[in-house]
């Protein structure tokens, strides 16, 4: 009996090599999946990936995830040396969140030396991405693909909300991938990945889908679900949707339980140790989501990193799973 469906998700190259015109070690594959994920009769080619954010300024984290990057976070590239070569990542992110006009407004002009930094630093593919703002991304993200131009990057990101076209125009004009970002919505999954190939130009090969994660509770149960429907769409032959899909993994660290000290409710019981609770919280997103058919995770902190990369690993058999002392299960402490 056939394991597997008719309609594979599109396969996605990420970075360039020297004999493609780029500078990068190795590329990245993603997709090119013809089932749901980890089913051993149905062999995944590619295993999930992880890319770690770096930003151009520093910024607010929890404690937890601060401690790792205290003696890089004034410097890009050093910071991405970290990422790939102690932590293990396998691409950077380079959020560039000082152009908002609410912090420093950096110029493109100006912003994108921070792309120049990090891919000198780094030879791993890179994703590049600019603050959220609508007015002000279409601009920096134009730019950065222009001086990351060969390097086949992942653009992050266009939406509806913002102009989309402009995105993908810069992402066809220079050879890289265009992240498509939708909040929760499938039709608008659908739109924006329509607009993109039919408006822009952007050619299937170079569109990876972000759904957007929610974490925790409710939240994290409507992105699972969400990203199910899209890979099951994609799988039944919904040529809109089969894309490799992207999470926002770092997103776990935006609820109050990952990082708060305890709860602000007085009558709450104890929230366990906060050093610990952010991580796992991040862990369990990525672990979630990754068995709805997420390709590439965008993630912050080591443990949680490794964690998700020995999970996957191990899923595809790649690796041994380690046995878990499950005796001892009532007296561990979280």
């Known amino acids: 009996m056939d394991k597997t469906w008719k309609f594979p998700i599109q396969e996605v190259t990420l970075g ?22 980890f089913f051993p009769d149905a062999i995944m080619p590619h295993a999930p990936k992880i890319t770690m ?3 151009d300024m520093p910024i607010g984290m929890a404690k937890a995830v601060k401690m790792h990057y205290e003696d ?38 100006d912003a994108v030396k921070t792309v120049e930094e990090v891919l000198q630093a780094v030879d791993v593919p890179i994703c590049i991405g600019g603050s959220g703002n609508p007015n002000k991304d279409p601009i920096v993200l134009s730019k950065a693909a222009e001086v990351a131009q060969g390097e086949r990057v992942l653009i992050a990101s266009a939406n509806l909300n913002m102009d989309w076209e402009k995105i993908g125009k810069a992402c066809v004009d220079n050879g890289h991938v265009c992240l498509a970002w939708t909040q929760l919505e499938i039709n608008s999954q659908k739109e924006l990945n329509r607009k993109l190939m039919k408006v822009a130009g952007v050619p299937r090969e170079s569109i990876v889908m972000d759904p957007t994660t929610a974490a925790l509770a409710y939240g994290l149960d409507f992105a699972y679900s969400n990203m199910e429907r899209i890979r099951l769409g994609a799988l039944k032959g919904d040529e809109e949707l089969t894309f490799p899909m992207s999470s926002g993994t770092t997103n776990a660290w935006g609820v109050r339980e990952s990082w708060m000290v305890r709860s602000p409710n007085k009558d709450d019981s104890d929230w366990g140790d906060r050093m610990l609770r952010g991580p796992i919280w991040e862990i369990l997103t990525g672990y979630s989501l990754a068995m709805a058919g997420v390709d590439i995770f965008m993630m912050m902190h080591p443990m949680a990193v490794a964690y998700l990369h020995e999970i996957t690993q191990s899923l595809m058999g790649r690796i041994e799973a380690k046995t878990p002392d499950t005796g001892a299960w009532l007296k561990m402490g979280v």
């Open 16 to 37: 360039a090599t020297k004999a493609d015109g780029g500078s990068r070690g190795h590329v990245v594959k993603l997709g090119g999946e013809k089932a749901m994920p």
């Open 53 to 55: 954010d770096v930003f």
């Open 72 to 109: 890089v976070i004034n410097s890009p590239g050093e910071w991405a040396k970290k990422a790939v070569k102690q932590f293990g990542a396998d691409m950077v992110t380079v959020h560039l969140i000082s152009t908002d006009p609410l912090l420093k407004d950096t110029s493109a002009q």
